[in-house]
């Protein structure tokens, strides 16, 4: 009898024959995720159905210059607001577009964070979480690969672009590491075959006939972890065309904008679309110590076309409902404006914006001061930020962790997801 | 032509305080002895400066009325009656300074120095000023974004101004009348015209930092046909161009490079306006960045300011530096001259401190 | 009281255990009797011994930290010596590769694959030499995990360096590796399952306060970290997370061992001020902590450091950690074998911890040579009836394709992005827990990397040249790949199945002997140890 009986990681037995079935019939079918799925499987697989998309703003976007504006005050800056279609929700005259569809955000006005530096406040905000020492605590899509994502899937549960979060699965392992594409969409390295397709039919089928008859003696766990992980691989480089829009880019350039945040949400929404739960783009240029205007209303830009065609069209292809919209960085800006004409990384009130999935839309959350120098309503922190963020997708926020003996949990002590703005 | 003044006898003759946020636009309204600056929340303040040197500074005397955001210009006509300020409200305004006000306000140019003596336990006795209203002439409304850049002949008579959505107006302004637009890709950053109203040297930007889809041009157009008459990338390369003026008689243009830029790298180009051939480059360049330029009336000497609070008199010729006025305050964390502004007769140079005041440099004869 | 029971386990076990003294019976007969006697208690079938091909791949792994040549396979199977394994062990054992891999396994053990303080921990080459050393000269454990907690010899620095200016980190890592305590629990609050306190904690981490990091530069741009201590400089408490107070000031904690006393520290001077640092030196005190704890961590009476290092060892050779996971000796884990546990305790410290001669028992053990093969699933299987499967470390995974492709007949060198690439793929293949897991970066590398199959195609002397040039039958050349690659002859269907490969019509004898050699590079047989 055992005392204990440690967690672990479960390969589903099913994925894997799956594997073996394919081996069998010689041909991949590319399996494109939830899409095309048999229900058993991908109900087995798929725990809640959500989807999550990461819209990250490099350096820290400026709340009083988007969402939280303080006109005729001091700290206000040359924007003005405009009205939006909610009433009451003003937003910067640099979001047209989005002011259009405020009645599906809900804007957190009341972000109260507790790291200030761009490392530091980049693996806060994608972890929740504080740096520790010796523990390297997992993304938000790494958490997301693995409560949300398709075991089964042939593409990755786990995909960033551009300028994102740079730590990845932590504790999870590598199972849930993220895909990495760069700023013009392209594949991570290692993705382009040297080999003909002759020659790795050839090698491949020599590979799982080894592989098959190894199994029949050695049942342990790591071998069929490796095995699974080897067919994913190739299930993966023959369904690497979902990452290539270049087809369809040119009749959707005009509406999100020829930018790389614009063609960024093309492909974000591409990739939902394809099944990928979690996909994380990001947008420089935020981090306007100098400039902040002129940077920020270049930013808004490109970015106001890209987000709204993104959200609209995840509304009409019915994938909002299911899809957690996050917008955010890893700090906001000084409310006031320093002599160079920048605002500074700021944490003591600052915005964050969700829609879709598991939120409501239409909604302001907390506030700050007249000035935007603190929070005055509904502080929210990043362990309440990201408990909201992980009830909205069905994910425990408490759910616990091992990093060896030392348990973690998936927000830290007393974070509470905010229930006001939860739908 | 006025004569060359005693460019190293220069000294602050001035310092006009107005601390309600930043001065970031100025200009000495021609023969007189009149200044006019403008401020981030789209205030004009105007001033007489006294005959003496050693006289006390003055207080303002009027306050133009009518912009709602920051004043990102202002220029004067050669004769002192025209002033014409552009702003981010999307408006050019024409004031006329012969006209008299029409109301008066009480004014407290410093408050805020006033209210920090006040904190400090140290108040001032109160001294609002008394100022004449004035409303603009005409409001020219061609623009839909923030008016950055505006150029005038030295007649007085062409104004063209552009602004963040890549729009270029071309302005009668005797009539206030548009006489041409186009648009360019970028937005509107530095913007001369020459003194025949034939050329226009047009800097473009729009500010991404990574993404490619960011824009940095600076070109030579034709003003009568709108057409592109020299891309100058291989002069500027990939770098933003934030101030840009003709000389008077037209031969050349200088450029200086701005926008936040690394140490001294905020350098200044005197072009062949018929080539756009690069002459002379002025070094050494402004700490963090060109903020304006402006040529001196006696058609041999070029004012340059910058994001080092320090403004410098070049000799156009050969390009060499005669005369550093002001010190750079220094530090990652600085003020800005942001705009300078030269009397007709060369002996008055005023300058618009982000720190919140005017600042006027007297040139002896 | 937990304490109470560790103390009086171990002064009983000299008494109750006394039969199984290692004077009477090898520790390895010990070994077997006792976990025999586990799998009879639980109705688990004895495991078969494993092969001579799995035992000596495996052996090779363990002991040298890469796989055996062609030759040394082919040999190794002939000889019919029935004491061939404890010969190979000896000779093992006394291979420089022994030493290099120790200190490749005790590297991730003390630092793991991303240290913090990267900018200095990145290149641990120096340090790795000095471990190599204490293993070669098989310096007794105690002796040099006393070193590394003084780090006053050269190279022996870099542990501190990863915690600079962190006592409290320092307490948790040095408590967690050397004594197999999971301090950090007590750090905002007292331990929820152990006696130990948030002062405790905080006594713990005095010891280190005033730990200095000295840079000293060298010349050619390379660093040299030199561990100082101050005379002054105390931790601060400031009591539980719920009751601390922004801008409250702490109250300084002595010194005091884990469970223990309070070393006597001398009163500084009342008019004490410390020197200034000086450039390139590192400062001495009038009062070493750092030394007391040096002395008390590996003292014969620390109830915790001698059963942490023979958990730990035992765990590096048959898996699963007596008491698992291996740095949690907390009541909370009981150890599932408590007897024998007592006995390599005893045994290791009667040894006076001679590891060489400790390793020497666990691997000649029939427990340690179960064979790979049989139903169960577990990685790491509770009662050690089968052999444990464990992924090559990044280092043993980059030696073991050398050694099977014979790259290095070559004469060519690994370049440095190869090694990049590996550490970056095979790494950490592990989660929070340890369990392995395959990821797709790592497939993708061995799918398409040209780097990889720089080291697979025929280039002289390598296999792929020898298989391509040979003469031998068709037959004889997979025979030859097999004991090459996976270390052991191929099965008459493998043998078939790769005879019909080599001879594919209308393909380059080149590209298919390269196919061949990817084929079991990429196979788990090849990417594990079993």
Known sequence: MRPFCSPREHLSRRAFLKGTLIAAGGATVPNWGGLFHSSGVAAEAKKSGKRCLLLWMNGGASQIDTFDMKPGRATGGPFRPIASNVTGLQVCEYLPRMAKMADRLAVVRSMRTSEVDHPNGIYLMHTGQRPLVNVSHPELGAMVAKYVGNADSDLPNFVRMGPTGNGGAGFLGPQYQPFGLDREGRLPYFTGPYASPEAEQRRDDLLRFVEEGFAQEHKAEPFEAHRLAKEKAWRLLKAKSAFDVSKEWPKHKERYGDSEIGRGCFMARRLIEAGIPFVEVGQDNYDSHADNFVTHKANMNVLDPAWSSLLQDLHELGLLQDTLVVWMGEVGRTPGINNRAGRDHFVHGWTVVLSGGGVKGGVVYGSTDADGKDVKDDPVTEGDLFATIYTALGINPRAKHFVGSRPVWATPEGARPVRAILS | ?365 | MPRLRLVVALLAVPLVAAPLRADERPLRAVIDAEVRAAWEREKIPAPALADDATFLRRIFLDLVGTVPTHDEVKSFLADSDTGKRGKLIDKLLDDPRFALHQADVWDQVLFGRNPPGYDATSNRDGFKAWLAGKFAKNEPYDRWARALLLAEEDNSTLFYVQYRDQAEETAVAVGRIFLGTQLQCARCHDHPYEPWTQRDFYGMAAFFARLVVVEAALAAGKRRFLIGEKSSGEVLFTGSAKEQKPGRKGEPIRPKFLLGAAPEEPALPKDFKEPKPEANKAPKPAFSRKEKLADWVVAPENPYFTRAAANRLWAQFLGRGLVHPVDDLSDKHPPSLPKLFDTLTVELKAHKFDVKWFIRELVSSTTYQASASGPVKEALPYWFERARVRPLSAEELLAAVRAATGFDATGDKVGGDTVAYVLRYFGEPSDGRGDFQGNLGEHLFLNNSEQLRRMIVPRKGNLADTLVKSKDSPEERVDHLFLSVLSRPPRPQERKRFVAHLATPGGRPEALVEEAIWALLNAAEFRFNH
């Open chain 2, 1 to 365: 032509m006025p004569d060359t003044p005693k460019f190293d006898k220069g000294a602050l003759a001035w310092t006009l305080p107005w601390d309600d946020d930043w001065v970031t636009a100025v200009a000495v309204l021609g023969p007189t002895r009149r200044v006019a600056a403008g401020n981030n929340l789209g205030q004009v303040l105007v001033w007489d400066l006294p005959e003496k040197a050693d006289a006390p500074a003055p207080a303002p005397v009027r306050r133009l009325d009518g912009h709602t955001n920051v004043i990102s210009r202002l220029l004067a006509t050669a004769d002192g009656r025209w002033l014409i300020s552009a702003g981010y409200d999307h408006t050019v305004r024409l004031w006329d300074m012969s006209a008299s006000t029409k109301g008066t306000a009480l004014v407290v140019p410093d408050a805020n120095a006033r209210a920090a003596a006040k904190k400090r336990g140290k108040p001032l006795p109160d001294a609002p000023v008394t100022v004449g209203l004035q409303q603009a002439e005409r409001v020219l409304e061609g623009h839909k974004e923030w008016v950055q850049a505006l150029s005038l002949t030295p007649d007085g008579k062409v104004l063209v101004s552009g602004d963040d959505a890549g729009r270029v107006i071309v302005w009668d302004v005797p009539s206030g009348k548009e006489t041409r637009r186009w648009q360019v890709k970028g937005w509107v950053y530095a913007l001369a015209v020459s003194p025949d109203a034939r050329r226009l040297l047009i800097s473009e930007r729009f500010p991404l930092v990574y993404d490619p889809a960011k824009i940095i041009a600076t070109k030579l157009w034709d003003a009568t046909t709108g057409q592109v008459v020299r891309d100058l990338e291989d002069v500027f390369k990939k770098d933003y161009q934030s101030a840009a003026v003709f000389s008077l008689d037209g031969k050349l243009v200088a450029v200086g490079r701005g926008g936040e830029v690394n140490g001294p790298s905020g350098t200044i180009a005197l072009l062949d306006a018929a080539t756009g051939k690069k002459l002379h480059e002025l070094k050494p360049g402004h700490e963090y960045g060109v903020t304006d330029l402006a040529f001196h009336p006696d058609g041999k000497h070029l004012a340059s300011a910058g994001r080092d609070t320090v403004v410098r008199v070049w000799s156009a010729a050969d390009g060499k530096l005669v005369k550093e006025l002001g010190k750079a305050r220094g530090g990652q964390f600085k003020d800005w001259i942001h705009a300078i502004s030269f009397s007709a007769d060369g002996r008055l140079l005023a300058a618009a401190d982000m720190a919140g005041a005017v600042q006027v440099w007297n040139f002896p004869a």
